[in-house]
């Protein structure tokens, strides 16, 4: 079974500052990749998504990330954060072959930027 | 268009009494998921229906947990008797469905908290 780890819990930091959250997965196949946010009082919405090709994908409100297959990491990025970036992100892995195309979700890391 | 929609949004019951959740997904996605996101953690997924047949139940705590979706659109989430451990956000997801993966819409959340 797929399984997914995200490093940080919670990430404080200042406006205009550079983010970037860790996500490792573990299956041995071919996978779908995503990173959701969920925005204070909201629900959870699809950032961006890795199927194939280039493994830096780019994704809402500049965020990207990048695959690497080597790692099993699919970490996420942005420069120059802005306070309305505060919220929760979710990695979370679609293992192809499984049954029923699941999604197993990250424990989230909570972000918060300080304006 | 409509996204997912739950009902209630908020339910406080004590322990062992019951309690019913209800999704309705977006029109035309077959496939509905039901997961359960403790304080904490991410979203784990309970069940998942296409149509009106169950593709994967295997974290559904069959004990006291039920849920069916008799005509293939909405869909009911019931716990009976309900645990203190219960206390978590019920969300419900829809998508498409089909042989490949297809994005997936989320819910708003139905928030129990079990006393």
């Known amino acids: 079974a797929q399984s997914v780890s995200q490093h940080n819990h919670h990430v404080i930091l200042s406006e205009a500052a550079s983010l970037e959250l860790g996500c490792n997965y573990s299956y041995g196949g071919t996978v779908n990749l995503f990173w959701y946010v969920q925005y204070p009082g909201q629900h959870l919405q699809l950032l961006l998504k890795y199927f194939s090709g280039d493994p830096l994908v780019k994704g809402i409100k500049g965020f990207e990330a990048e695959f690497i297959k080597s790692k099993f990491s699919f970490n996420l990025r942005k420069p120059s954060v802005q306070w309305s970036d505060t919220a929760e992100y979710f990695c979370?892995?679609?293992?192809?072959?499984?049954?029923?195309?699941?999604?197993?979700f990250g424990g989230g890391t909570r972000v918060l930027v300080k304006p | 268009e409509a996204g997912v929609a739950q009902s209630p949004r908020y339910k406080i019951i004590e322990k062992r009494q019951s309690v019913a959740f209800w999704c309705n997904p977006i029109s035309g996605h077959a496939t509905l998921y039901w997961y359960q996101q403790i304080l904490g953690q991410g979203p784990k997924l309970l069940i998942q229906?296409?149509?009106?047949?169950?593709?994967?139940d295997s974290q559904l705590p069959k004990d006291r947990f039920s849920a069916e979706r008799l005509k293939g659109v909405d869909s009911t989430l019931k716990i009976q008797p309900a645990k203190l451990e219960d206390s978590a956000v019920y969300l419900c997801a829809s998508s498409l469905g089909g042989v490949s993966y297809s994005e997936q819409y989320f819910g708003p959340g139905t928030r129990l908290t079990v006393t």
């Open positions: 979370a892995v679609n293992a192809l072959g499984a049954a029923g195309n699941k999604l197993t």
């Open positions: 229906f296409q149509n009106n047949g169950v593709v994967d």
